[in-house]
């Protein structure tokens, strides 16, 4: 990253952060307004609750309605794509990289970036982490707690570590 990228960065982290604390409904409004700027893309009626980390706002696109609860960690470096009508639980983390643990030493190996995307009418449960790589079909849930290495089916219920699916969200006949 070069420095005035770094400068950019580190700018935005100060921002995010001041108005990270903007307790209630109307801090929700109020940080989904001032946030959504420095989105690659974002819909109406954005809702995003206290203490939201959100990192490269630039690789961060959303749809109408979404609702994003408290203390959420978005990694958008490798590209995210939330549809209209998303639900965030409470302490979710959306990862898009991986650090390629081919190199060593770690901490210099090249970050490898893999997109999310997150389709309407998905909800993702409280203290769920999606991992780089995975589509979440249209009307998808994450059950409390999964950990989602894979990409899940249209209105497909997944839960546990790995995610596995416990069941349709709908009932035919
Ligand atoms: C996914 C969820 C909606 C499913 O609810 P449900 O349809 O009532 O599911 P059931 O209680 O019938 O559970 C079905 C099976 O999945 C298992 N299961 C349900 N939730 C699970 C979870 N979070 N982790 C692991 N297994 C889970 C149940 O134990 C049950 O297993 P069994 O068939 O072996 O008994 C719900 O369990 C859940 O995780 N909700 C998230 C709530 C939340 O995070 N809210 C945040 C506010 S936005």
């Known amino acids: 990253m070069d420095f005035w990228n770094a400068l950019g960065w580190e700018a935005f982290r100060w921002y995010s952060a001041a108005l990270s604390w903007i307790p209630g409904g109307i801090g929700a409004i109020v940080r989904g307004a001032l946030l959504k700027p420095f989105f690659?893309?974002?819909?109406?009626?954005?809702?995003?609750?206290?203490?939201?980390?959100?990192?490269?706002?630039?690789?961060?696109?959303?749809?109408?309605?979404?609702?994003?609860?408290?203390?959420c960690n978005f990694y958008a470096g490798g590209g995210l794509t939330l549809g209209n009508g998303v639900i965030v639980g409470q302490r979710?983390?959306?990862?898009?990289?991986?650090?390629d643990y081919s190199h060593a030493p770690l901490l210099r190996a090249p970050l490898v970036r893999k997109p999310v995307k997150i389709g309407d009418d998905c909800w993702i449960g409280a203290h769920a982490v999606i991992l780089p790589g995975v589509t979440l079909g249209k009307g998808a849930i994450v059950a409390a707690g999964a950990v989602v290495t894979k990409s899940v089916p249209a209105n497909t219920i997944v839960a546990g570590v790995p995610a596995r699916v416990i069941k349709k969200r709908f009932k035919r006949g």
Do not use: M, Q, W
Not at 53 to 60: A, H, I, K, N, S
Not at 92 to 99: D, G
């Open 40 to 71: 690659k893309r974002a819909g109406r009626r954005t809702l995003i609750f206290e203490c939201f980390t959100l990192e490269y706002p630039g690789g961060f696109a959303c749809g109408d309605d979404l609702r994003v609860n408290r203390d």
């Open 92 to 99: 979710v983390s959306i990862i898009t990289a991986n650090h």
